[in-house]
C-alpha cells in the first residue's frame, strides 16, 4: 500500500500545476505542495550545472598537471640525454647538469620574481611586480589566462616553459663555458630576455598578444617565438661570443653515444605533446588539434630532413632522423593550435629541408660553432615555424579573431588575412632583436665579472672532471 501511494504522490507532481490551481481558500492540499515544483526543477537544474562545471574543472586541471609533467620531462631527461649524448665523452655530466641544473634554479627564481614579470598585470614589453614571491597566485581561476584551472596549474605549467627555454641554449656553447658563468648567465637571460618576451607574446597587455588584444597580434600558439626564437639566436650569439672550440673544425668531434641521443629525441617528441597540446589549457578539441598537429609535423620532417640527407650523402642517418623530428616539433610549436593536420604536414616537411640546410650548408659557409645545433635547429626552425603559422592558420581550428559583434575573422594568409604575415614578421623581428641585444649585454657582463671560458688545459681535460671532480663512465679495467 505505502508504496503505491509514492507512486501516485511522485506521479501528482508531474501533472502540469496550473490542474490544481484553486481559489483561495480551496480544500486541496495537493497543490500547494505542486505550486513549488518550478523551483525544484530549478535548483536540480542548476546542481546539474555545477557538477557538469565541477566535471569539467577537473578533467582541465588533471590534463594541465600532466602536461606540465610531460614539458618538465623534455629537459630531464629528454634534452639532456639528447644533448649528453652530441658531446664527447668527456663532457656528458657536465652537458646533462647543465639542464639539470635549470630544473632547479630557474624554479626559484620562477617563484620569486619571474613568473610576475611574465604573466603579472604590467606594461607592453613586461609584467609588472604584482605577483612577486607568488602574490595572489591561488588556487582560483585567472579567467584572462585559463577559467577553468587554479592559478597556481596555470603558473606552474609556464614554469615548465621557463625552464627549458634557456637549457636550450646550451647546446651552443657546450664543452667549453664554466658552469658558475653558465649559471649565472641564464639566470639573468631568463629575467631579461625570456620573461619579457614572454609577456609581450602570452601576458595580459603584451604587445604582440593576439588573445588579449595586444597591437601586434601575433599567433605563437606554444611558444616559437618565446621559446626557440629567442633561445636558438641567443646560441648563435653565444657560440659567436665565446669562439670555437679547441681544434674546431679541424679535429674530429662526433657524438660520443648517438644511441643516448636518440632516445633522448624520442623523449622528446613525447613530452612535446604536453608542450603543445597543453598550450590549449584545457581537456577540449583544441588539444586534441594541437596533439595531431604536433606528431603530424614531427612525422613530415622527419621525412624532409631524412630525404635530403639521402639526396646530399647518399645514406640517411639515426642522427639526421633524430634532428629531423626535433626541427619539426619546433617549426610546429607555433602553429599547433591554428592549423589543420594536412597544413602540419607541409610545415613539417619544409622546416625538416630548412633546418637540415641551416645545419648543413649555412654554417660550413660562415665557419661558427654551434656545438649541437641548437640555432640551426631551434633559431632557424622558430622562424620559419612562425611565419608559416601565418600563412596557414585557420580559424575553423581556432576563431580566435573576432569583431566587435562576435563574428569570427580570418585567421592566416590562405583565409585572406593577409595582415596576419606583417605580425608575425614583427613578432619573430622583435625576439630576435631582443635575443641579440640582450645576450649580447649578460655576455659581457658576466665576462667581465667572473669570465665565461673554461682555461685551454680545463677543456682539453673535459668538463666533467674540472667543473664536477667526476666522469660519466668509469670503465672496469680488464684483468
Known amino acids: 500500500m505505502i508504496p503505491r501511494l509514492l507512486i501516485l504522490l511522485g506521479l501528482l507532481c508531474c501533472v502540469p500545476q496550473t490542474i490544481f490551481a484553486l481559489p483561495a481558500g480551496g480544500m486541496f492540499p495537493v497543490a500547494a505542495a505542486v505550486v513549488v515544483a ?8 542548476a546542481a546539474v550545472e555545477q557538477a557538469a562545471a565541477d566535471a569539467k574543472g577537473s578533467a582541465d586541471n588533471a590534463w594541465m598537471l600532466v602536461s606540465a609533467a610531460l614539458v618538465l620531462f623534455m629537459t630531464g ?12 665523452k668527456k663532457n656528458v655530466l657536465s652537458t646533462m647538469m647543465q639542464s639539470f641544473a635549470m630544473m632547479a634554479v630557474i624554479t626559484v ?7 610576475s614579470l611574465a604573466f603579472g598585470q604590467g606594461h607592453s614589453f613586461i609584467g609588472g611586480f604584482h605577483n612577486l ?4 597566485v591561488g588556487l582560483q581561476p585567472d579567467a584572462d589566462y585559463a577559467a577553468t584551472i587554479p592559478n597556481q596549474t596555470f603558473m606552474i605549467y609556464q ?4 625552464i627549458i627555454t634557456p637549457a636550450l641554449i646550451t647546446g651552443a656553447f657546450a664543452e667549453r663555458m664554466k658552469f658558475s658563468a653558465m649559471l649565472l648567465f641564464l639566470t639573468l637571460w631568463s629575467l631579461f630576455v625570456y620573461d619579457p618576451m614572454a609577456h609581450m607574446v602570452w601576458g595580459k597587455g603584451g604587445l604582440l598578444n593576439a588573445a588579449l588584444g595586444g597591437r601586434l597580434p601575433t599567433l605563437d600558439f606554444a611558444g ?14 653565444c657560440a659567436l661570443y665565446l669562439g670555437k672550440r679547441l681544434g674546431y673544425p679541424k679535429q674530429s668531434m662526433p657524438p660520443h653515444s648517438v644511441v643516448t641521443s636518440f632516445i633522448g629525441a624520442c623523449l622528446l617528441w613525447v613530452g ?9 589549457l584545457a581537456a577540449g578539441s583544441l588539444a586534441t588539434s594541437a596533439f595531431v598537429a604536433t606528431h603530424f609535423g614531427a612525422a613530415a620532417a622527419v621525412v624532409g630532413w631524412s630525404a635530403a640527407e639521402w639526396i646530399r650523402n647518399g645514406k640517411p642517418s639515426a642522427l639526421g632522423a633524430i634532428s629531423g623530428s626535433v626541427a619539426g616539433l619546433v617549426a610546429i610549436t607555433p602553429a599547433a593550435g591554428f592549423v589543420s593536420p594536412m597544413s602540419a604536414l607541409v610545415i613539417g616537411l619544409i622546416a625538416g629541408v630548412f633546418c637540415f640546410w641551416m645545419v648543413t650548408t649555412v654554417k660550413a659557409v660562415f665557419g661558427y660553432d654551434d656545438s649541437l645545433d641548437a640555432f640551426g635547429v631551434h633559431g632557424a626552425g622558430g622562424t620559419i615555424g612562425a611565419l ?4 596557414f592558420a585557420s580559424s575553423v581550428i581556432n576563431p580566435i579573431f573576432k569583431d566587435a559583434s562576435g563574428h569570427v575573422l580570418p585567421s592566416g594568409v590562405l583565409e585572406g588575412n593577409v595582415r596576419q604575415i606583417f605580425y608575425q614578421l614583427a613578432g619573430v623581428a622583435i625576439a630576435w632583436v631582443l635575443a641579440i641585444v640582450g645576450t649580447l649585454i649578460l655576455l659581457k657582463i658576466v665576462d667581465v665579472v667572473i669570465g665565461l671560458r673554461v682555461s685551454e688545459e680545463h677543456e682539453a681535460q673535459g668538463l666533467d672532471l674540472s667543473q664536477h671532480g667526476e666522469e660519466g663512465y668509469y670503465w672496469e679495467q680488464s684483468a
Open 159 to 162: 614554469l615548465m616553459f621557463a
Open 109 to 115: 627564481v620562477w617563484a620569486l620574481v619571474g613568473y
Open 133 to 136: 614571491f607568488l602574490r595572489g
Open 38 to 45: 518550478p523551483e525544484i526543477h530549478v535548483d536540480r537544474l
Open 77 to 88: 631527461p629528454g634534452l639532456a640525454l639528447f644533448y649528453g649524448g652530441l658531446v664527447r
Open 272 to 280: 612535446w605533446f604536453g608542450f603543445n597540446a597543453g598550450s590549449a
Open 388 to 391: 608559416l603559422t601565418g600563412i
Open 224 to 237: 616559437g617565438t618565446v621559446v626557440h626564437v629567442t633561445s636558438g639566436v641567443s646560441a648563435l650569439v
